[in-house]
């Protein structure tokens, strides 16, 4: 029998997806299924990792009884996950040792600041391209080291494993055989030095993580080892992984440099792709590594917006005046283009270039006229404002996108996209295939199976459903985001950068 699809693996924040892509992929089935968030206390945030491994295999059957696949049907996995959660297990049992700890969770608060105070964070950016933050791994694996017993001996003497979930999920599907991780999801860990790329040492020990702990960093597409029988009822290989974000821009086929993606779904998250330069950013956005293809580095610079599709969502839940985010686009089709109100939907502060964690939301610019339509109308627009100031923060920075690709729930709406097109003054694409992060671990598994033999030939795959061209004029643009400035300065609780 001849073998015919890509698996790709999903393994999101709240669910876990599997895609079955042909060769020339195109979707051909995929399972969905959520699984439970843990929150012990105020500010964490936990997954059962049995109840991830499960939802995996859960919807891997599912995708694959669709089309009544087979193991032998399969030419290659993929996978891309929620980035920087992070695992700690036994080498030997496969068992746990604590809960993952999610990207979300701030209970190592306290010990950023610590280290913030003994001056390390300057290093520690200069090696990671990252804020030294609870966000992402390395004070999750310490605290796990330091807080269940017996733990840290047991790293110490390499009888345990650390991994983000695409570690993890790699270890399980080859049976142990594999501890492996590839050089996006690394990059999140505040381990990884993004310069050298290998784990560095001084970062090691700032964070007190025992080397043995860690896995191999392979390429985005490489051979991950074999997914054995009992998950697929056959061998197939792992031949492609990256944390979500990357995968996203790989998925829209941003190889070159300056080419950018963003992607709206609850957030917001752009990446720029800077080729091999490691920007660092003067804005507080972060550098990363947005992709590794056949040993060469593609760096990226990344900026995300707290509140996107969810800004939809607080419309619909909180103060209930639309039945459905779809419904936004019909209303803000009638109103047109709102002036005079802003909705700055700051609800957990302001990320970056703004980084003002206790700002709050606000609604400005209300007269007795403004109603229901304009307050939709301007939330959708703050959506586009916000990426406006990443955007500028990138300039700044010395990355200027010529376009932009969009993918994510929210770029169904095409009302917000032409406003989007308007705001950025720069064309926005959005693919046929709207779901790029999936996309991109079936590219990457294609192209680590040597199915697709080049990444041109990747970019073909990459189909245009519609481009948005700006049409506002530059005299409208400017009044509205004058507007959209002196609104974010009202919420503010700290002194605007000049
Ligand atoms: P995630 O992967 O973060 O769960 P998705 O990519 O599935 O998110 O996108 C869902 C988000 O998109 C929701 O927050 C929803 O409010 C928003 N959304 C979906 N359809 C529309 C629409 N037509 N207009 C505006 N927002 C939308």
């Not at 950018?260 to 957030?267: I, Q, R, V």
């Not at 909180?318 to 283009?337: F, N, P, Q």
Request: glycine share 8%; aromatic share 8%; hydrophobic share 40%.
């Amino acid at each position: 029998m001849s073998k015919k699809y890509l698996l790709a693996i999903d393994q999101g924040t709240s669910s876990s997806r599997a895609v079955l892509y042909d060769h020339g992929a195109q979707v051909v089935a995929s399972a969905q299924q959520e699984f439970p968030q843990i929150y012990p206390q105020p500010g964490w945030v936990e997954h059962d990792p049995e109840a991830i491994w499960d939802s995996v295999t859960a919807v891997t059957e599912g995708a694959m009884q669709k089309v009544n696949a087979g193991a032998a049907d399969i030419s290659a996995i993929g996978i891309t996950n929620q980035r920087e959660t992070t695992v700690i297990w036994d080498r030997e049992t496969g068992d746990c040792v604590y809960n993952a700890i999610v990207w979300q969770d701030r209970r190592t608060a306290a010990f950023c600041q610590s280290l913030k105070n003994d001056g390390l964070e300057p290093t520690i950016t200069d090696k990671t391209g990252l804020r030294l933050d609870p966000y992402f791994s390395a004070t999750k694996v310490a605290w796990i080291l330091d807080n269940v017993e017996g733990v840290r001996k047991r790293a110490e003497v390499g009888k345990l494993a650390f991994g983000t979930i695409d570690s993890f999920l790699l270890w399980r599907l080859t049976g142990g055989r594999v501890h492996a991780t590839d050089a996006t999801n690394a990059s999140r860990t505040l381990l990884f030095n993004i310069h050298t790329q290998e784990w560095d040492d001084e970062l090691l020990q700032y964070f007190s993580v025992p080397r043995a702990l860690l896995p191999e960093v392979r390429d985005c597409a490489a051979d991950f080892g074999t997914a054995l029988d009992d998950c697929l009822g056959g061998d197939v290989p792992v031949c492609g992984i990256a944390g979500d974000q990357q995968a996203a821009l790989i998925g829209q086929a941003g190889f070159s440099d300056g080419m950018t993606k963003s992607t709206y779904g609850t957030g917001c998250f752009v990446i720029a792709n800077t080729g091999n330069k490691a920007l660092r950013s003067e804005n507080q956005l972060l550098t990363t590594i947005a992709m590794r293809i056949d040993g060469n580095v593609t760096y990226g610079l990344e900026g995300s917006v707290f509140v996107a599709g969810s800004a939809m969502q607080w419309l619909r839940d909180e103060l209930r005046i639309i039945d459905s985010a779809a419904a936004s686009e019909a209303i803000a089709k009638r109103t047109g283009v709102v002036s005079d109100v802003h909705v700055v939907p700051a609800f957990a502060g302001l990320g970056a270039p703004h980084w003002d964690p206790d700002a709050r939301g606000a609604i400005l610019g209300l007269t007795r006229g403004s109603g229901r339509d304009e307050i939709v109308t301007a939330t959708l627009q703050a959506v586009a404002y916000q990426t406006r100031d990443l955007v500028d923060a990138m300039s700044d920075d010395g990355i200027k996108p010529a376009v932009i690709r969009v993918d994510g729930g929210m770029v169904a709406n095409n009302w917000f996209l032409q406003f989007l097109a308007d705001i950025l003054d720069i064309p926005v694409e959005r693919p046929t295939n709207v779901e790029s992060t999936v996309l991109g671990a079936a590219y990457l598994a294609g192209y680590g199976a040597g199915i697709v033999k080049s990444v041109r030939e990747l970019s073909a795959l990459w189909q245009p459903d519609k481009v948005f061209e700006p049409q506002m004029n530059a005299e409208h643009r400017d009044r509205l985001l004058r507007g959209w400035q002196v609104a974010v300065n009202r919420v503010r609780t700290a002194e605007p950068k000049l």
